[in-house]
């Protein structure tokens, strides 16, 4: 099974059977609600024309308006906008917040686009979509090749297309234009609470444990970063160019400034070039796939040997895989949980711009920290209880969340 919205409806339909959910709250919540698909034009520095197309996935607005991240990609699709949008309702629901799932994208690849062509792009596509966004009906955010500076270009298309001031509409904007502080660690920082969260439950000491990480973007790089200091060691990175392993270990803050040096991790001193299938059959303790979508499948994942996969990226393994990994003892911990914290910190700023009142970084995360342990916690024990993988565990609770909204609203058949 390769196709992502597919793989979303076959983790549904497996909950859902578990729960005994009514069949209509069912029919629900396995398809988006909408799929906004528009072609917009954008003039080139050269003087033409050039059409793209773009995509609002919105799944599912029974507990709260829709909320999700916009990427520019080459690969995007309509059917991986609506598996996207759809973990993006899981994934609000892990950790309580109040919103239901959106995700949307630009079919582009941005590295052939000048900064002004980037821009005017960006303020196109939230042109075609802006009477289908608002801070209390769909809530966009950066996601893969997208950035704060996007958000704050696109914030202000949207203002004076509505002739009025709305920060709510967009999270992860720049701080001078509304965003909260911590938003930008948010995601790897996710990744790492409930990555030490597991290794207390799995008895495996920090200090001595070692780490691979696939994709040293954002997400890949902060989790990189605080997953060192709370005492990991960070043995293998590899991006879209290629990779590094040094078994000794490589300091993540300087494979970050080698990163924005160079834009890669190859050649990282001191390392040796590293491929994907090497990097995934490392005898490491942790794993995290922090790139695209179903990048551990049934032909690698019995080479897997860590003891942790931390699901930073969406969707990077099938459920062939899952099924694999399970029966081998890994512990998977399902990216609706992992890397929520983006999305937690974005339903922060959210608020603050709301009640105009702001908080500390500190703050930020301590109210990260406390729901992410919170959700790690919620999905561990239900795993346990019913003698299932965590990610049956964490959707269990996820989707009865979303199907007694759907329930209270008046959509059950029984």
Known sequence: ??????????????????????????????????????????????????????????????????????????????????????????????????????????????????????????????????????????????????????????????????????????????????????????????????????????GIDMDKATVAIQG????????????QDMGCNVTAVIDVYGGAYNPDGMCAYELDAFVKENGTVKGFPGSKDITNEDLFALDVDILIPAALENVITKDNAGDIKAKIISEAANGPTTPEADDILFENGVHVIPDVLANAGGVTVSYMEWIQNNYGLYWTEEEVNERLEELMVKAYSDGYEMAEKHKVDMRTGVYLNSINKIALALKDRGWATK
């Open 1 to 202: 099974m390769s196709d992502v919205f597919e793989i979303a409806q076959s983790q549904i339909d497996k909950v859902a059977k578990q729960l005994n959910l009514d069949p209509g709250l069912h029919a629900i919540i396995r398809e988006p609600k909408k799929v906004i698909e528009v072609n917009f034009p954008v003039r080139m520095d050269d003087g033409s024309v050039q059409v793209f197309k773009g995509f609002r996935g919105q799944h599912n607005n029974a507990v709260g308006p829709y909320k999700g991240g916009i990427r520019f990609h080459q690969d995007v699709t309509y059917e991986e906008v609506k598996a996207l949008s759809t973990w993006m309702s899981i994934k609000c629901s892990v950790t309580g917040i109040p919103y239901g799932g959106g995700k949307g994208g630009i079919k582009v690849d941005p590295r052939k686009l000048s900064e002004g062509e980037l821009e005017r792009m960006s303020r196109a596509f939230i042109k075609a979509i802006a009477n289908d966004i608002g801070d209390a009906i769909d809530i966009p955010a950066p996601d893969v090749n997208t950035n704060p500076k996007i958000m704050g270009w696109m914030l202000d298309e949207y203002e004076a297309i509505k002739n009025r001031s709305e920060p709510g509409v967009l999270t992860g904007k720049p701080i001078s234009l509304g965003g909260s502080l911590g938003r930008t660690a948010a995601t790897g920082r996710g990744v790492d609470i409930t990555t030490r969260e597991a290794c207390k439950k799995l």
């Open 216 to 227: 040293y973007g954002n997400v890949g790089s902060y989790a990189g970063m605080i997953i």
